[in-house]
Nanobody, 129 residues
Framework: QVQLVESGGGSVQTGDSLKLSCASSGVIFSTCGVGWYRQAPGKERVLQSSISRDDATTYADSAKGRFTISRDKAENIVHLQMDNLKTEDTAVYCC???????????????????????WGHGTQVTVSS
């Protein structure tokens, strides 16, 4: 079963930086768009940034000028560099790939296409003043 695994979260202070990573053992990130979402307690999940199959990027207003999304095709990882963090950035950050990603089930050489988004479980980011 394909999975996305986020890492890099933690507890920091305002003005600090964190670099989140989204990795997958089955999904080929270069074949589809990948997005970073966040969900704060009691609030809805919101897209912060995305990178398309053609490397076009988008940012939420809250992320512009502070967050940078990038894709390492060789390592099959999508990063979210977050600078100048604010207390309002505190949330669980999840990555999601697709729909339409090419993926391989573990141990299989058969390429498949995911019809839906594939989600990770998230990584906690806590920013304190």
């Amino acid at each position: 079963q394909v999975q996305l695994v986020e890492s890099g979260g933690g507890s920091v202070q305002t003005g600090d930086s964190l670099k989140l990573s989204c990795a997958s053992s089955g999904v080929i990130f270069s074949t589809c768009g990948v997005g970073w979402y966040r969900q704060a307690p009691g609030k809805e999940r919101v897209l912060q940034s995305s990178i398309s199959r053609d490397d076009a990027t988008t940012y939420a207003d809250s992320a512009k000028g502070r967050f940078t999304i990038s894709r390492d095709k060789a390592e099959n990882i999508v990063h979210l560099q977050m600078d100048n963090l604010k207390t309002e950035d505190t949330a669980v950050y999840c990555c999601a790939a697709g729909p339409g990603c090419t993926y391989y089930n573990h141990g299989s050489i058969v390429a498949r296409t995911a019809l839906d988004k594939v989600w990770g479980h998230g990584t906690q980011v806590t920013v304190s003043s």
